[in-house]
């Protein structure tokens, strides 16, 4: 019974240490505009970090960006869900 007890314990840290790892670089740290994440509710964004590293889907006019690997797969399997989500208009794009 210990040993299951310790073994959940450990299969647990593991599991909350490789989901922070995911995390990337996409998290609201430094300067510049942040959003919520469509998915994640509760973690925030830096979008221009976010738009670097392609952390974002466009859905009906709308920009969602997303603060790990996991999140646009959850958004694409099933976008209507999180459109209420925080979004912002597409941005239009530069002219040269």
Do not use: E, W
Not at 1 to 19: E, F, Q, R, Y
Not at 23 to 35: E, F, L, S
Not at 55 to 65: A, E, I, V, W
Not at 66 to 71: E, K, L, N, R, T
């Amino acid at each position: 019974m210990k040993n299951t007890i310790a073994t959940l314990v450990v299969a647990t840290l593991a599991t909350t240490v490789l989901a922070q790892h995911k995390m990337d670089d996409v998290h609201a740290t430094g300067k510049g505009p942040k959003i919520k994440c469509a998915v994640l509710t509760g973690s925030t964004v830096n979008i221009a970090q976010a738009t670097k590293n392609h952390m974002y889907s466009d859905y009906k006019g709308h920009r969602y960006y997303f603060c790990c690997a996991d999140c646009p797969k959850d958004f694409k399997k099933n976008p209507a869900k999180y459109a209420k989500n925080a979004h912002m208009p597409i941005p239009k794009a530069h002219k040269h």
